[in-house]
């Protein structure tokens, strides 16, 4: 039997039948650290649910309790009930590398002997016994494990590491007396006030997310804040409202059914946190509906347009998203387009967050050019590259690479269409123009795509 190390009060169901399992069938002298934190130098906190320590190699993992058909690529994967959740091979991935960080800053040798070498190896365990991966990413073969028979996949993954020489078994009780000294990650609350919580959506930031449940069955997001460490008045006040940026928007776009309707915020554990419930919107975002069925080439003009009318509705109201993508515009079930996800927004007559944005909601490849460096450069013609952005990938099913660099969506588009379609790509190729003056307003575009209509 494997060591292990939890506090079952912070772990997920999921997490404790996962550690049960690798407690009972990884080797004994390996050692499994359930529910820890990573704080770097700067301050950025990142979770973890497992660290396993092998012979050879030292194994960052996420466990996901996901059941049915898991469908998805390299940035997202969606589940059975059709939510998209951002890909668990790209968390584990960023966790594993500040990890291997912190153990050649930590534990002294760590760095000379193994340098550049990649001992700390990501990995996702899918613990429910019915999930089925159906996921278009080429790592999934190598770093998506099922919880069952996964003790076989981390024994081959040491032994391949022993034969290529990258090993920390000179380092390795160095190495776990460093890692069992890792703060404790918060626990997942079973209930807050009036709410069960159903499931963990992760930390973005210093925000915490929830999928929970109202006592009357309601089904909801729960966003929890923590309360800013400034005591002065006028700091605390500035940091309180840029925590609360998607509240407070949220708020200012009652009445105009284009974003999801929050309920006021409350707080909790004796004043420490800020809860903010958000409404689910009834219907999929564009990755997970393209992700679940072909594009329907012929809908794109009416989306597209439906979805500049919705942009055109927020800045009328003086918002700006700054932070449009995939997986933060919805088709809803009643055909309209909705935006959710309004962390870093900017809004009329308020303190900017520029400077915030990135600790708050961290860089987006769909960023508009102007704002990969700094998100304090958005305008009104963001967003219209953004938005126009993510319904190219829905056409196309191309996404920008990880440096936000796009690909030729104009040209597939062109592809798609033909001769027919070269009004409706111009439009879109304006949209995308490097320089933001040249965009054209979003209810320009709406104009415009009003008149191709078939």
Same mark, same amino acid.
């Given at each position: 039997?494997?060591?292990?190390? *939890?506090?079952?009060?912070?772990?997920?169901?999921?997490?404790?039948?996962?550690?049960?399992?690798?407690?009972?069938?990884?080797? =004994?002298?390996?050692?499994?650290?359930?529910?820890?934190?990573?704080?770097?130098?700067?301050?950025?906190?990142?979770?973890?649910?497992? @660290?396993?320590?092998?012979?050879?190699?030292?194994?960052?993992?996420?466990?996901?309790?996901?059941?049915?058909?898991?469908?998805?690529?390299?940035?997202?994967?969606?589940?059975?009930?059709?939510?998209?959740?951002?890909?668990? *091979?790209?968390?584990?991935?960023?966790? =594993?590398?500040?990890?291997?960080?912190?153990?050649?800053?930590?534990?002294?040798?760590?760095?000379?002997?193994?340098?550049?070498?990649?001992?700390?190896?990501?990995?996702?365990?899918?613990? =429910?016994?019915?999930?089925?991966?159906?996921?278009?990413?080429?790592?999934?073969?190598?770093?998506?494990?099922?919880?069952?028979?996964?003790?076989?996949?981390?024994?081959?993954?040491?032994?391949?590491?022993?034969?290529?020489?990258?090993?920390?078994?000179?380092?390795?009780?160095?190495?776990?007396?460093?890692?069992?000294?890792?703060?404790?990650?918060?626990?997942?609350?079973?209930?807050?006030?009036?709410?069960?919580?159903?499931?963990?959506?992760?930390?973005?930031?210093?925000?915490?997310?929830?999928?929970?449940?109202?006592?009357?069955?309601? +089904?909801?997001?729960?966003?929890?804040?923590?309360?800013?460490?400034?005591?002065?008045?006028?700091?605390?006040?500035?940091?309180?409202?840029?925590?609360?940026?998607?509240?407070?928007?949220?708020?200012?776009?009652?009445?105009?059914?284009?974003?999801?309707?929050?309920?006021?915020?409350?707080?909790?554990?004796?004043?420490?946190?800020?809860?903010?419930?958000?409404?689910?919107?009834?219907?999929?975002?564009?990755?997970?509906? +393209?992700?679940?069925?072909?594009?329907?080439?012929?809908?794109?003009?009416?989306?597209?347009?439906?979805?500049?009318?919705? *942009?055109?509705? *927020?800045?009328?109201?003086?918002? @700006?998203?700054?932070?449009?993508?995939?997986?933060?515009?919805? @088709?809803?079930?009643?055909?309209?387009?909705?935006?959710?996800?309004?962390?870093?927004?900017?809004?009329?007559?308020?303190?900017?967050?520029?400077?915030?944005?990135?600790? @708050?909601?961290?860089?987006?490849?769909?960023?508009?050019?102007?704002?990969?460096?700094?998100?304090?450069?958005?305008?009104?013609?963001?967003?219209?590259?953004?938005?126009?952005?993510?319904?190219?990938?829905?056409?196309?099913?191309?996404?920008?690479?990880?440096?936000?660099?796009?690909?030729?969506?104009?040209?597939?588009?062109?592809?798609?269409?033909?001769?027919?379609?070269?009004?409706?790509?111009?439009?879109?190729?304006?949209?995308?123009?490097?320089?933001?003056?040249?965009?054209?307003?979003?209810?320009?575009?709406?104009?415009?795509?009003?008149?191709?209509?078939?």
């Amino acid at each position: 039997m494997a060591h292990v190390i *939890l506090d079952a009060d912070v772990l997920t169901p999921g997490e404790l039948s996962a550690a049960g399992y690798l407690e009972q069938n990884l080797p =004994a002298d390996w050692l499994v650290i359930v529910g820890r934190e990573l704080v770097h130098p700067t301050g950025a906190v990142r979770e973890v649910d497992f @660290i396993v320590v092998g012979e050879h190699l030292v194994y960052a993992v996420e466990e996901k309790a996901w059941w049915g058909k898991l469908f998805g690529n390299d940035r997202a994967w969606v589940l059975s009930s059709g939510e998209s959740r951002r890909s668990p *091979l790209n968390q584990a991935g960023t966790v =594993a590398r500040p990890l291997a960080g912190l153990l050649r800053r930590g534990v002294p040798g760590v760095r000379k002997a193994l340098g550049g070498a990649h001992f700390v190896y990501a990995a996702v365990l899918l613990s =429910a016994r019915n999930a089925e991966l159906h996921v278009n990413d080429p790592r999934c073969d190598r770093h998506v494990w099922m919880l069952n028979g996964s003790e076989q996949r981390f024994a081959e993954r040491d032994q391949e590491a022993r034969r290529s020489r990258v090993s920390i078994s000179r380092y390795r009780d160095a190495i776990m007396d460093y890692l069992t000294g890792l703060p404790q990650r918060p626990e997942v609350p079973a209930r807050i006030n009036a709410y069960s919580i159903e499931e963990s959506l992760g930390a973005t930031g210093p925000i915490r997310a929830y999928a929970a449940r109202h006592e009357d069955g309601t +089904r909801l997001t729960l966003k929890l804040l923590p309360r800013p460490g400034s005591l002065s008045g006028a700091v605390f006040e500035a940091e309180k409202r840029a925590l609360l940026r998607e509240y407070d928007t949220l708020r200012e776009l009652r009445g105009l059914d284009i974003a999801p309707s929050c309920d006021p915020y409350f707080y909790w554990q004796d004043d420490a946190i800020f809860v903010v419930p958000i409404a689910a919107l009834a219907g999929r975002t564009l990755r997970a509906h +393209r992700t679940l069925s072909p594009p329907e080439t012929e809908r794109f003009v009416t989306l597209l347009s439906g979805a500049f009318e919705s *942009l055109a509705a *927020l800045h009328a109201a003086n918002v @700006i998203h700054r932070s449009l993508g995939p997986d933060r515009i919805w @088709i809803c079930d009643d055909g309209k387009i909705r935006f959710s996800d309004f962390v870093v927004s900017r809004l009329p007559d308020t303190q900017t967050i520029a400077d915030m944005a990135d600790y @708050i909601d961290p860089p987006d490849p769909y960023r508009a050019p102007e704002c990969r460096m700094n998100p304090g450069f958005a305008a009104a013609a963001s967003d219209v590259y953004c938005l126009c952005a993510a319904f190219l990938y829905w056409l196309t099913g191309q996404e920008p690479d990880e440096y936000g660099k796009p690909p030729d969506w104009i040209g597939a588009a062109g592809e798609v269409f033909g001769r027919s379609g070269r009004k409706l790509v111009d439009v879109c190729a304006r949209c995308l123009e490097e320089d933001e003056r040249k965009r054209p307003t979003a209810e320009k575009v709406a104009s415009l795509l009003s008149r191709l209509h078939p």
